[in-house]
């Protein structure tokens, strides 16, 4: 006999009785579950594997596959065999208008569902990968048709779906959010403006430039403060750069006169890389190692001896390592912020945290990928889903605390993620690497931004500083006498009086300093080599002159009288003696006009 309490159970389970929602929520989860679980144990073993696989609590797996499970099924007349996307999307707009569930209900079903649903994906049931429940971004059209102008808001949805031929998406993104920043200023403050080809450059871009400088942050970010120079620039850019793909194309709707002009982009600070002291670098690595969270500890230790950045080692997939037998093993970094791949060399310890993370990493289903959504095995996943910075960022707060780093005021000092990058760069530029080697291994498109490296205060530059003050040092100045005497400005020499009065600005090249004995002869021998007459000083005392004296006094004298000035005086029979060590090199006057 069946107690007629069972009978409706047992309609239920066996799919000839088809339970709405509220009933569901409202009965406390017993016999009934518990007797579709008894009809189909092979669905429940499988879901179960699931929840083992990523770690899930006891609690927490049998929630999800005796209760949540059970709880679809039922409601949906269908074993997990049949479930699809769109199961799940009516169930949770269903549960969400259910008016038996309370708060707390709606909250905990939801939960259940989104991990039977990643379940699902993960067996390969649902091709569709959940997201959390969270508010969705407006798209690109949505948000250029707030812009209140109707010519103008035609060209600004027109324009992404042409630029988006040869621009990439981010781009077009950021050309259409400026042509909106553009629309809103000229709605606030010169409404009568209704298209591009009304516009002036003195009465509408002069005055947008200065307030697109102090304008407040706008959309998801909106708060009471400045944009950042960087936003400010790229408004100005982008906002040039539409106006001329506008001229370009030919739109009825370009201005008919260029607006923008590249004088007119903002100039930006060029601060030097933020990398971390040896000594910090060195105390907080060291805290690194003693983290607990070992995504945290194996993600820290790759950007730090890779230099990637953030984004790229969230991306990098299974097959990234490539071992070479006479080069060491080196991993593939994906494309990243400037769109190129690279490939980066491994050092012990690097690659022992590799090594470590996909020991544990296990088999998981691989993921849509971010950038093309392409299937892609990704190396940090954790219970079927892509990690994100949040633990990274967290583990370098814990690593601070454990190494005792203190900053300004004595509070916790502050560390992001791509310090660790431009503590790499310094690294390797104190190590001596050539700027192209580093350009190559940090993935720089151009030479400008390698060379910010080449500019730190580092060891490199003061070796070569303290070099060459070495040799400066070494020098000795030799004292140059004159006619038996120094020169002096209180009483120069006859020759150098007489080219005073010639040339003033090379004169000043034979006068010594206030409170100094002399030049040093090669400075001296340097100025006589940029005087317009003078003789050469022969080798040695008795050896012949490069010059003919006469020559060299006929054809000064032609110059001289041509010119219509005194004839410069010099002396054909002096000869000047070799210096020794005792006595400085004498030079008579008439060798230094």
Known sequence: MIDSGEF??????????????????????????????????????????????????????????????????????????????????????????APSATAAARGHSSARLFSLHQACYELG??????????????????????VAQPEIRRVALAYPQTAAATLRPG????????LTVFSEYLAAHHPKVRSLRGLDRQAHIEPFLACNRGRPWRGRVARDRPVSPVVSKHAVVDLRGCFDDLAVWGWAEWPRRQLLFAGDTPRLDRPLPRAL????????????????????????TTLRGTGMRLGELLDLELDCLWDSPSHGTWIKVPLGKLATGRMVPLDPETLAAVDAWMAQRGTQRALPH????????????????????????????????????????????????????????TQLVNAGISLQALMALLGHVSAEMTLRYASLASPTVRAAYEDAMAKVRARRSLPLIVNDRPPSRAQP???ATWRAAQDPGRARLLLTSPGRRGLPVCQHLRAVRQLRHHHRVPATAGGPAR????????????????????PCPRDHQHRTPPATAEEPRRIHSACLT
């Open 8 to 97: 409706p159970v047992i309609l239920i389970t066996a799919g000839h009785l088809a339970p709405d929602l509220d009933l569901l929520l409202a009965k406390t989860p017993g016999d009934l579950y518990a007797a579709w679980a008894a009809r189909h144990p092979g669905d429940v073993a499988r879901v179960a594997a699931v929840a083992r696989q990523f770690g899930w609590s006891a609690k927490w797996a049998r929630d999800v596959t005796s209760g949540g499970l059970a709880l679809l099924c039922l409601w949906a007349g269908k074993t997990l065999d049949e479930l699809t996307d769109a199961d799940f999307e009516r169930f949770a707009a269903e549960l969400a208008a």
């Open 125 to 146: 049931i649902c091709p569709t990968l959940p997201r959390k429940a969270r508010p969705r971004a407006a798209t690109l059209a949505e948000r250029l048709r707030a």
């Open 171 to 178: 781009t077009v993104e950021l050309r259409a959010d400026s």
């Open 277 to 300: 002291a040896p000594a910090t670098d060195r105390d907080l690595m060291a805290a690194v190692i003693q983290l607990d969270d070992l995504f945290a500890r194996c993600g820290l």
């Open 370 to 425: 971010p950038r093309d959504g392409h299937p892609a095995g990704l190396l940090f996943m954790e219970r079927g889903r892509r990690l994100s910075g949040y633990r990274l960022r967290r583990g370098l707060e814990q690593a601070v605390t454990i190494a005792g780093l203190r900053g300004r005021n004595q509070a916790p000092l502050h560390v992001t993620p791509h310090q660790l990058r431009h503590t790499y760069g």
């Open 493 to 495: 020499s006859r020759v």
């Open 547 to 566: 010059r003919r004296h006469g020559a060299a006094r006929r054809r000064s004298g032609a110059r001289l009288g041509r010119r219509g000035g005194p």
